[in-house]
């Protein structure tokens, strides 16, 4: 494997992390207190071309590698995590699957404003009551003429409340179990369709999250993306490259972290010399160093895996399960390494702490991470 950047990864790297140390991380703050939703970064993001980075030139998007995705992924949530999430969610969780599976008529409007930044899409899979069993969702879709009728109520959606169109999953035939879901564009302006609350969460609180109700919602036939009955098939693989957006966004997370705890104790002194000379505290920054560098190569190799089509599904899991659990315990020791400073909003690093949090639970909680793993291994062995 080759480690080293190439000329155009090291260009995005380079300008992603300016954007982040200069206008990101300085209003991150900010934006987590007084539940901002961050337009003009993200209009930025989408002049950048970050919106639909690995998405083709000719559909709308930058045309990039997955590895230079993971790679601006961790700078823009280094400096902003809700930033991260907010273009995780175009990037992989709406671009990817309408560029994978939708038909050549569906793609002007569905793709290229998309994948270009102009519109923002969302993804909806989760309703209160599946969740990691997202085989067992209740909302339905059932076809009346050339449209078909939704009804149901999804749940824990990020980009609700920016979002224009909506990929929503629902099954046509309940006796068919996940063979019977399927996957519609729903635009937001689509009749019976309407949000919820914002949610108010722990953490990535400059993104909004809420319920989507269905309630006889008419959707032309035309939207369903894929085949009838293929939904379930288009929503894991989905999550499979989502979780390489995930993982590198735990990573940039833990490397803000990192580095506030790193800069803080050398200018703090106890005993008559900078916190980073006991080894008790240059012990736990060489740990967060070595742990969010696991995490890194892990992310790069899931990246890389998928750029050569080969199967990444069991490494995105790895990357995901990794570099979320690090960001949990980077975060943890960063508060540690400012003691009570690091209770306090007055420093980043509570914002870290809460922020790393919901990479342990979406798109996969760590646990569901490991049942991918533990699947995949055990079917190697037996192969
Ligand atoms: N790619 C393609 N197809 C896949 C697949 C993959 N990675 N994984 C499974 N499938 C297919 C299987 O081949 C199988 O198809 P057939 O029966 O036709 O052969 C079918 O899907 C069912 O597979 P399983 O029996 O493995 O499914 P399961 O019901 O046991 O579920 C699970 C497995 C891994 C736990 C899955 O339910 C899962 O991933 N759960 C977590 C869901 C999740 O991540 N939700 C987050 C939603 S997004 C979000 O977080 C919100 C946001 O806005 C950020």
């Not at 009749?191 to 999250?209: H, P, V």
């Not at 035309?222 to 009955?229: H, S, T």
Request: contains cysteine; negative net charge; aromatic residues 8%.
């Amino acid at each position: 494997m080759d480690f080293r950047l190439n000329e155009e990864q090291q260009m995005f790297k380079d300008t992603c992390a300016s954007l982040a140390d200069n206008t990101l991380a300085p209003n991150a703050g900010a934006w987590d207190q007084g539940h901002v939703y961050p337009a003009d970064a993200v209009k930025t993001m989408a002049e950048m071309g970050l919106m639909g980075i690995a998405i083709p030139e000719s559909e709308g998007g930058t045309g990039a590698d997955n590895l230079t995705y993971a790679i601006i992924m961790e700078e823009i949530s280094r400096g902003c995590a809700s930033c991260g999430v907010i273009m995780s969610v175009n990037n992989s969780l709406y671009c990817d699957p309408v560029h994978r599976y939708a038909r050549p008529e569906q793609r002007a409007t569905w793709l290229a404003p998309y994948a270009s930044g102009e519109k923002l899409g969302a993804f909806a899979l989760t309703e209160p009551g599946n969740g990691s069993d997202a085989a067992a969702m209740r909302t339905t879709a059932e076809l009346d003429g050339d449209e078909y009728i939704l009804n149901g109520t999804k749940a824990w959606i990020t980009n609700a409340y920016e979002a224009d169109a909506f990929i929503v999953f629902a099954t046509t035939d309940r006796s068919a179990g996940h063979r019977g879901v399927s996957a519609f564009l729903v635009d937001k302006d689509a009749a019976g369709f309407s949000l919820g609350k914002k949610e108010d969460k722990l953490g990535i609180r400059a993104s909004s999250t809420s319920q989507l109700f269905f309630e006889n919602c008419r959707v032309p036939a035309a939207n369903l993306l894929g085949e009838l009955g293929e939904g379930f098939k288009v929503a894991m693989s989905t999550l499979d490259g989502g979780r390489i957006g995930v993982a590198a966004q735990a990573l940039g997370i833990a490397e803000a972290a990192y580095r506030a705890a790193r800069d803080y104790s050398l200018e703090r002194k106890t005993f008559g010399k900078p916190i980073a000379e006991h080894q008790a505290v240059a012990f736990k920054l060489a740990d967060m160093a070595t742990r969010i560098e696991v995490a890194r190569l892990l992310t790069h190799q899931a990246a890389q895996l998928k750029d050569a089509k080969a199967n990444y599904g069991k490494l995105s899991a790895m990357a995901k399960l990794a570099a979320a659990e690090t960001a949990m315990w980077v975060t943890t020791q960063a508060i540690q390494v400012f003691g009570g400073n690091g209770y306090v909003t007055e420093y980043p690093v509570e914002r870290h702490f809460r922020d790393a949090k919901i990479t342990e639970i979406y798109e996969g909680t760590s646990e569901v991470q490991r049942i991918v793993i533990a699947r995949a291994v055990l079917q190697e062995a037996l192969r």
